[in-house]
């Protein structure tokens, strides 16, 4: 009974060769974008989960209150996890370690500046990395031992046997390689090149090593024995900076480890999403794109109801059960499926090296693991079951008497079902663009908003090696100035657009001393309002021409929050330390530009600066200007690499998220209207045909090309409006939720609820024109010869 049920679906698709065409298509581009859309949830889904106790990690979070609100940070003081170790019940580990940053590593005559990692032995017993070489009970013990990953080491060594190689770090400080550990996936939030022992960080960092509860400066991480120990750890140390530093209202927070990157935003001390909201997004998005090409399966099966209505009365007559009936056109849907996946199996492998550039991700297609193929067949028989149930009960359901006596489409339930699953089509089709449009307003807006810098011809230079002297910081800044590479330039405590660095420690008159407000602090040197183009709104910047070691300048924020009526020449106190305020400067964005610019005091230390900041001449030729830098570069500071960047591209990665949600939505919103209009062309190639005497009989009695075409289009136009006016509202509601997460955020305009219509009309009359203009020019003859 199969094997016939099998040769008649074969047949019946055989037949039927431009509807099975477009069922195919429509469900294999469904198919491939559901699957790109799965296989990077997974991607995001699978972050920090490589470790073998991932479920039982938490990264300690710094809940910092004031009188208005609580602001939590990843940056925790160094003593944070001895005490954790020490004293909190449960605990299994707990490690500090530094956040990743890029430091020069060599071996011999090559010099390679990469992300290194300074952490306790501690470390490797909570985030198990794979070990390749070398002892995991010995690594990180020894003052001057690194670990390298696998790539390092290869670009080290080559084939050479690392371990107990030599290196220098910084061109000053051996270290002896005691391990090497597999790659860093890149689904993994901390992301290094190499790791290095704590020691050396308390030896070459001597202020770490005494720095107290105060100093918020690296990250810890804790692992506990049992989840039963959770709620007794978490209470424990949400108390702990009250335990350990008298009258700090600060808390401590325990956030999952597999949390992490999907749900990094908080709101009052708690976590309220983030990541994970987009990752929602392209969940629904997978799967109503797969089911706009089921829906297009339906429309086109029930379309040819009238063909098939025959086929089903005879079998039926002869003796057929409605179950067997369902159980051939289930079978039809099934192999189309199968056909669609196939296809679309084969649309992904092309299309994942582009997708992957296109999110610099590596994403692939796991063929060993089960979990793949039975996603597969699971994606596969929901698309099949889905198309061809409707299809399937429906034409199942004729009544052979009616069928064999003349089927008539007129007044048929499927007709208005048909137009019901149009609607659904085009209704998502138009949230998709008036979504995209919002998303790309927003990024456009952020973008072009004011940040109180000028960053463009800006170059940031890390001072490293030589560099670090003052005396050659100086040398370098004078003969950059004198060969007109630079028009001015200025030192900074840390780069441009980072976070970090900030204290509890100020005070001024009137301040509550209960109240402890988090200020970020940062050092600067001369000129530097000249060279950011930034704003002084009172008073002076730093200068040569006055000793300003004790004197401080203020942003607009940290003015109004002070509450100083004069700003300059107040007095405020830093750790008890008295300081003069010179200048106030206007708020600019160092941090996230989709937020209120943070209170700031900028200092002028003697040294301690780590990147010089230089305004490139305007007046010559870009290339020419920075071969110049780097040759004055290289000449004072031969043993590192020159390591320049243009604080303007650092700024473009602030906005990644909102790209690619921008970027993925255009592709995928694309491919969904493209199966719209697949299903769209089938139907109206439906409806010309059936009506085809019809058009004829009009032609006769004079209509003219356009009388037709509009004819045909009418019905199709007021199934798009309709669409429309259900899109509106639900994508209003959806485009408000996602701005209300934004501090800054574009009014929503009727812009694009126009283009969504427009275009959605355009679509659609173009579509169903390709076939209506065929038949509307048909010669009538053809089609009432026989009458």
């Not at 019946?12 to 509807?19: A, D, I, Q, V």
């Not at 270290?175 to 090149?193: C, S």
């Not at 079998?315 to 669609?340: H, P, T, V």
């Not at 008073?539 to 300059?568: H, I, Q």
Request: hydrophobic share 45%; net charge positive; charged share 20%.
């Amino acid at each position: 009974m199969f094997k016939l049920s099998f040769r008649i679906a074969l047949r019946n698709l055989w037949r039927h060769k431009g509807f099975t065409f477009i069922n195919i298509g429509g469900l294999a581009i469904g198919l491939a974008s559901c699957m790109l859309l799965l296989l990077y949830v997974a991607y995001e889904w699978g972050y920090d989960k490589q470790f073998s106790n991932y479920d039982k990690t938490f990264v300690v979070y710094l809940n910092s209150k004031s009188s208005t609100e609580i602001k939590s940070y990843p940056f925790t003081p160094k003593l944070m996890a001895p005490e954790i170790s020490e004293n909190i019940p449960g605990v299994a580990y707990a490690s500090h370690a530094s956040f990743p940053v890029d430091e020069l590593i060599s071996y011999k005559e090559k010099n390679l500046k990469k992300a290194v990692v300074f952490a306790d032995p501690s470390f490797l017993k909570i985030l198990d990395y794979t070990f390749i070489k070398g002892n995991p009970n010995r690594a990180l013990q020894d003052i001057n031992a690194v670990i390298l990953t696998e790539t390092m080491a290869k670009n080290l060594f080559g084939d050479e046997d690392p371990i107990n190689k030599v290196l220098k770090f910084q061109n000053r400080e051996p270290l002896i390689v005691g391990a090497v550990i597999a790659d860093i996936p890149k689904n993994n939030t901390i992301q290094f090149d190499y790791l290095l022992s704590w020691s050396l960080n308390e030896k070459l960092n001597p202020w770490v090593k005494t720095s107290t509860w105060g100093n918020n400066f690296c990250f810890t991480i804790m692992q506990l024995k049992d989840l039963k120990y959770f709620d007794e750890a978490s209470r424990l140390i949400k108390s702990i900076y009250v335990r350990n530093s008298e009258g700090s209202p600060n808390e401590g927070l325990m956030h999952p480890l597999a949390k992490w990157h999907l749900n990094d935003q908080f709101e009052n001390g708690k976590s309220t999403g983030g990541k994970i909201d987009q990752l929602k997004i392209f969940i629904v998005l997978a799967f109503c794109i797969l089911l706009i090409a089921c829906v297009n399966f339906m429309n086109l099966s029930t379309a040819r109801s009238e063909k098939r209505a025959r086929e089903v009365g005879v079998r039926k007559a002869i003796g057929s059960s409605r179950n067997a009936l369902i159980g051939q056109f289930m079978l039809e849907s099934m192999l189309l499926s199968l056909m669609g996946m196939i296809i679309a199996f084969t649309l992904v492998e092309l299309s994942l090296p582009y997708f992957n550039g296109l999110l610099n991700i590596e994403l692939v297609l796991n063929y060993g693991d089960w979990k793949f193929w039975t996603a597969l067949a699971g994606l596969t028989l929901f698309a099949g079951c889905i198309a061809g149930s409707y299809p399937a009960f429906y034409l199942s359901s004729f009544e052979p008497v009616k069928v064999l006596k003349g089927f008539s489409m007129t007044g048929s339930s499927s007709f208005s079902v048909r137009k019901i699953l149009v609607v659904f089509q085009f209704v998502f089709a138009a949230c998709l663009i008036i979504c995209t449009g919002v998303i790309y307003q927003q990024l456009n807006f952020i973008k072009n908003k004011p940040i109180g810098y000028n960053r463009n011809g800006l170059i940031e230079l890390p001072l490293q090696g030589n560099l670090s002297q003052k005396k050659k910081m100086d040398l370098v800044k004078d003969q950059l100035l004198k060969s007109g590479a630079a028009v001015s330039v200025t030192y900074y405590s840390q780069s441009l657009n980072q976070g970090a660095n900030n204290t509890h420690d100020f005070s001024w008159p009137g301040k509550d001393p209960n109240d402890l407000v988090l200020i970020n602090y940062r050092g600067a040197g001369d000129d530097f309002t000249e060279t950011l183009g930034a704003r002084l709104i009172a008073g002076r910047e730093f200068s040569p021409k006055f000793v300003d070691t004790a004197n401080v300048m203020l942003n607009e924020a940290a003015v109004k929050l002070m509450g100083l009526k004069k700003p300059v020449s107040a007095v405020i106190k830093w750790d008890g330390t008295p300081v003069t305020v010179i200048g106030v400067l206007k708020d600019f964005v160092m941090e996230s530009p989709y937020q209120n610019v943070n209170p700031m005091v900028i200092y002028h230390p003697k040294s301690a600066y780590s990147y010089m900041i230089a305004r490139l001449n305007p007046d010559q030729n870009l290339s020419t200007t920075l071969t110049k830098v780097d040759g004055i570069i290289k000449a004072i500071n031969p043993d590192f690499p020159v390591d320049r960047h243009f604080i303007s591209d650092d700024f473009e990665k602030k906005f990644q998220n909102e790209q690619l949600l921008g970027t993925l939505s255009n592709w995928f919103g694309g491919f969904a209207i493209f199966i719209s209009c697949l299903g769209l062309l089938g139907l109206a190639l439906f409806m010309a045909e059936q009506r085809k005497k019809e058009i004829s009989i009009r032609k006769v009695l004079g209509a003219s090309t356009m009388n037709i075409l509009t004819l045909l289009n009418k019905d199709f136009i007021k199934l798009v409006a309709i669409a429309n006016l259900i899109a509106f509202p639900l994508a209003y509601i959806i485009i408000h939720k996602w701005l209300s997460g934004y501090e800054f955020r574009v009014k929503i305009s009727f812009l694009p609820f126009a283009i969504a219509i427009g275009l959605s009309l355009i679509i659609a009359v173009l579509t169903v024109s390709m076939q209506s203009v065929k038949v509307a020019k048909a010669n009538p003859i053809d089609a009432l010869k026989y009458e």
